[in-house]
């Protein structure tokens, strides 16, 4: 993981997912949206950091990949706070906790 981060985002250290969009049409209207890659170590390793269950948190994290697949990011504090509402919403939708709590 530590490789691909340096590779393709210049950045000299592990990270917990990477995602890599594509454009490719496989059947007319039946787009791949691109590869993820998932760090089990670091995830494992979140889910104790973070007091998430194991199935929570590589949920979480594939939530958030495919997400930056279909255009989300969190480069700026207006598009962090769209990217994890939406996850939030997701996660809860699908019986998990949110992974973000927010404070009023």
């Known amino acids: 993981m530590k490789n691909l981060n340096l590779k393709y985002r210049g950045k000299n250290y592990s990270t917990n997912i990477l995602s890599f969009k594509s454009n490719i049409f496989i059947e007319k209207n039946i787009k791949l949206l691109g590869d993820l890659v998932l760090c089990k170590k670091i995830?494992?390793?979140?889910?104790?950091?973070?007091?998430?269950?194991?199935?929570?948190?590589w949920a979480h994290m594939i939530i958030h990949g495919t997400l930056h697949l279909i255009g989300y990011d969190h480069k700026n504090f207006i598009e962090q706070k769209i990217m994890e509402n939406i996850e939030n919403n997701i996660m809860l939708s699908l019986n998990y906790r949110e992974p973000y709590f927010f404070k009023n």
């Not at 979140?46 to 199935?55: A, D, F, G, V």
């Open 43 to 57: 995830i494992e390793k979140e889910s104790i950091k973070y007091n998430k269950t194991l199935e929570s948190r």
